[in-house]
């Protein structure tokens, strides 16, 4: 049996919206900007980067912006992106 103290500090439980979930769905809910950057950095690894430029404002609060030398997408990897993922380096 719950207190009446106990269920009025209870946090009520919302639905998230489809697009929080998609976003969560495709690993792209982002907690830090360190982890933003990560990624960022990653992708570009992936994507067989030899030469990376960072430029960060505020700490990457207000911007996160990477510079590489890698192949890039093409259109056509564009048009699937929210349907497959790279495989594992």
Do not use: Y
Not at 4 to 29: F, K, M, Q
Not at 50 to 76: H, K, W, Y
């Amino acid at each position: 049996m719950t207190s009446p103290e106990r269920t009025l500090l209870r946090p009520r439980l919302r639905r998230l919206s489809n697009h929080v979930i998609d976003l969560i769905a495709a690993g792209e809910v982002v907690e830090r900007p360190a982890a933003a950057l990560k990624e960022l950095v990653e992708n570009a690894l992936d994507a067989g980067a030899t030469r990376l430029e960072v430029a960060l404002a505020n700490g990457g609060c207000d911007r996160i912006e990477v510079v590489d030398n890698g192949c890039g997408m093409s259109p056509d990897d564009l048009a699937m992106q929210s349907s497959v993922t790279a495989p594992p380096s």
